[in-house]
C-alpha cells in the first residue's frame, strides 16, 4: 500500500477516535492517537487478518496490551471494513465496545485486556501456543512506557526469551508520558532499551509516525529467526490533535464541544 | 490405603496428556511438589515451566487456552490463588478461557511450612470470580474423576487439592456424579457438610457420635460452584440444625457456600467448624489441624454441644 494511502487510513482512524471520545464523553485519546500509525500499519500492511478468517485464531493476532486505548483498536477495526458495531455507542451501557477490550463480544478482539501488563503475559502464551502447533502465524502486543512499570512484564519478557519466541512482536508505544506525568518523574522505567537487550530480545526502534520507519521495523522483526522482538516505536501522545499532543492531561479525558470542533479541524487535511 | 490428592492429580494428569494433545500443563518451580512432573515425564512438550512468576504462568496459561488450548496452571495455592488472583480474575474468568487452576498444598495441612504457605483463603476468593467453577475433592479417586472432569468441561475452573496422604473414602469402582452433593452416610438427628479432608473428619465424627446416639448424615460437597442447590436442600428440609466441615475460613468457604443458599428458604441453623479468621502456624500437619480444631474430636464436641 502506498504511503499516502496508509496516512489516509490513519488520519481516518484518529477523526474516528476523537468522535468515539468525544460523543462517549469519556476515554483515552492521547494514547489512542499516538499509536494510531503504527496500528493502522499493523492491521493493513503486517497481519494477515481480512474478513474472511477474523473470527479465526488461524492467523495472525493482536493483543492490545495497553487496553485503554480500545478507541484506537476499534477505530482500526472500523477502518478495516471488519467492525460489526456502531463506533457511538463506545462506553455506553448495553454495547459491545466496551471501555476496555472484550474479545468476547467483538469480532477481531484477540484478547480482553485493560490491566496494565497481562496482555503481555497472555501473547507470550498465544506464541508459545504458535510453536506447539508449528504455524507460522505471529502474535504482536501494543504496551505503554508507563506499562513497562509492572513487574509481570520483566515475568512476560524472561520467558518470551527462554522459549525463543521469535514469533512474538512486542511494540513499546514510547510517548514518556502516563496518567500523573512524565514516565521518569512518576517511576523511572529506562532504560528500556538496554533492559530488553539484557532479556535477550531483538530490539529494534523506529519512528512511530513514519511508515517507512515502522516498516523496516517489523522487517527487522521478520528477520529475526532466534529471539523475540520488541520495537521501541518513539510517538507523540495525542499525536494529530495540536492541544493534546504531549500533554499527559489528555490521558483519559474527553474533550468539550469546542475543543472537537479544533480537533476536527487539526484532522480535516491529510497531513 | 492413603494416598495424597496432589498424587492422584499428577497421575491424572499424566493419562490426560496422554489422551488428549489439547491438554498444556504449566508450573511455577513446583513441578516435584504439585506432581504436574507426572505429566512431564510423559509428555515434556507440553509441559511448561514458568520459573517463580505465577502471575506471568496464569497470563501464559491464559494465552495458550485462547489459542484452543485447555490448559493446566498449578502452584501451591496460596500462590496461585493470592498471587496470581488478578490475573486469573482478567485474564482468564473474565474472558472466560479454559484454564484449570489446580493448586496443591491447601489448608492448614501443608504443616510445617507455617502461615505463609497455608491457604485458608483459596475457596472463598476463587468462589467470587464469575465463570469460574470450584472444586474440592476428599480423596484420590474422587481428584481424578474432577480432573477428568475439569478438562471435559469448558472454562476457568479451580481445584484445591492437598500436601499430606488422606484416607480413601471411595474406591477404583466407585462412579461419580461431579458436581454433585453425595451423602456418604445417613441419619436422622443432623447432617454434617464437609469438604476436603474435613470429609474424613466427618465420617469419623459420625461414628463417634452414633455411639452417643446421635445419628448424623455425612454429605461430601466437593463442587462448591456452581453449588448442587437441590442436593442441599434435600438434605438440609430434614433437620433444623446442620454443620459445615471445612480447613478453609469460615469466611467465604463451605459454611458461607451452604448459608448463602439455606438462609434464602426456611429458617435453618448452620454452625461453622473451620478456621476461624486466623492464620495457621508452623508444626506436624496432625497437630496444627488439631491446634485448630480441624479434627474429628472438635467436630464430636461441637455437634453434642450445639444439640445438647
Known amino acids: ?271 | 490405603m492413603a494416598q495424597e490428592t496432589r498424587n492422584a492429580y499428577g497421575q491424572a494428569l499424566a493419562e490426560l496428556v496422554k489422551e488428549n494433545e489439547n491438554v498444556v500443563v504449566l508450573d511455577a518451580d513446583l513441578t516435584k511438589s504439585t506432581k504436574t512432573i507426572e505429566a512431564k515425564k510423559v509428555c515434556p512438550e507440553r509441559h511448561f515451566n514458568a520459573g517463580i512468576a505465577e502471575c506471568n504462568m496464569m497470563g501464559m496459561a491464559a494465552g495458550l487456552a485462547a489459542s484452543g488450548k485447555v490448559a493446566f496452571a498449578s502452584s501451591f495455592a496460596v500462590f496461585a490463588t493470592g498471587r496470581a488472583f488478578e490475573i486469573i480474575r482478567n485474564s482468564i474468568c473474565y474472558p472466560n478461557l479454559n484454564v484449570k487452576v489446580c493448586a496443591t498444598h491447601a489448608g492448614l495441612s501443608v504443616g510445617e511450612d507455617g502461615a505463609s504457605h497455608q491457604s485458608v483463603e483459596d475457596v472463598a476468593i476463587m468462589r467470587s470470580l464469575p465463570n469460574m467453577r470450584v472444586y474440592v475433592p476428599c480423596d484420590q479417586y474422587e481428584t481424578k474423576a474432577i480432573i477428568k472432569h475439569v478438562a471435559d468441561t469448558y472454562g476457568p475452573c479451580y481445584v484445591r487439592l492437598g500436601r499430606g496422604k488422606v484416607e480413601d473414602v471411595f474406591d477404583e469402582n466407585t462412579t461419580f456424579e461431579v458436581g454433585k452433593v453425595r451423602t456418604l452416610r445417613k441419619g436422622n438427628k443432623t447432617a454434617l457438610f464437609a469438604m476436603g479432608l474435613m470429609v474424613q473428619e466427618a465420617l469419623k465424627a459420625a461414628e463417634e457420635l452414633a455411639k452417643e446416639g446421635i445419628d448424623a448424615t455425612v454429605v461430601n460437597v466437593s463442587c462448591l460452584k456452581p453449588l448442587d442447590e437441590e442436593g442441599v436442600l434435600n438434605i438440609t428440609k430434614d433437620f433444623d440444625t446442620v454443620f459445615a466441615l471445612e480447613e478453609h475460613s469460615v469466611i467465604g468457604g463451605l459454611y458461607s457456600t451452604i448459608v448463602e443458599l439455606t438462609s434464602r428458604t426456611k429458617p435453618l441453623k448452620v454452625v461453622p467448624i473451620g478456621i476461624n479468621d486466623t492464620f495457621g502456624e508452623s508444626g506436624k500437619a496432625k497437630d496444627v489441624l488439631n491446634k485448630y480444631g480441624i479434627s474429628a474430636e472438635h467436630v464430636v464436641e461441637v455437634v453434642k454441644d450445639t444439640l445438647k
Not at chain 1, 159 to 168: E, G, M, P, R, S
Request: with cysteine.
Open chain 1, 1 to 271: 500500500m502506498e504511503e499516502l494511502e496508509l496516512k489516509k487510513h490513519a488520519n481516518s482512524v484518529r477523526k474516528k477516535i476523537v468522535d468515539m471520545v468525544y460523543t462517549a464523553q469519556s476515554g483515552h485519546p492521547g494514547g489512542s492517537l499516538g499509536a494510531a500509525d503504527i496500528v493502522t500499519y499493523l492491521y493493513f500492511e503486517e497481519m494477515d487478518i481480512s474478513e474472511n478468517n477474523v473470527k479465526s485464531i488461524d492467523r495472525d493476532r493482536f493483543v492490545l496490551s495497553k487496553g485503554h486505548v480500545s478507541p484506537l483498536l476499534y477505530a482500526v477495526l472500523d477502518e478495516k471494513g471488519l467492525l460489526h458495531e456502531d463506533l457511538h455507542t463506545f462506553r455506553q451501557v448495553n454495547s459491545n465496545l466496551q471501555g476496555h477490550p472484550n474479545m468476547n463480544e467483538v469480532d477481531g478482539v484477540d484478547m480482553s485486556t485493560g490491566s496494565l501488563g497481562q496482555g503481555t503475559s497472555v501473547a507470550v502464551g498465544m506464541a508459545l501456543a504458535n510453536k506447539l502447533d508449528k504455524n507460522d502465524h505471529r502474535v504482536y502486543a501494543l504496551m505503554g512506557d508507563g506499562e513497562s512499570e509492572e513487574g509481570i512484564i520483566y515475568e512476560a519478557m524472561m520467558a518470551a526469551h527462554h522459549y525463543h519466541l521469535d514469533n512474538l512482536c512486542l511494540i513499546l508505544d514510547l510517548n514518556h508520558l502516563q496518567i500523573d506525568g512524565n514516565i521518569e518523574d512518576v517511576m523511572n522505567p529506562t532504560p528500556h532499551k538496554e533492559k530488553f537487550e539484557a532479556f535477550g530480545f531483538n530490539v529494534t526502534e523506529c519512528d512511530g509516525h513514519d511508515f517507512n520507519s515502522i516498516a523496516k521495523a517489523f522487517e527487522c522483526f521478520h528477520n529475526e529467526h532466534e529471539r523475540p522482538t520488541v520495537i521501541i516505536a518513539h510517538t507523540i501522545k495525542g499525536k494529530g490533535v495540536s492541544f493534546m499532543e504531549n500533554n499527559y492531561a489528555w490521558h483519559g479525558s474527553a474533550p468539550n464541544a469546542e475543543q472537537y470542533e479544533i480537533a476536527m479541524n487539526d484532522l480535516k487535511e491529510v497531513k
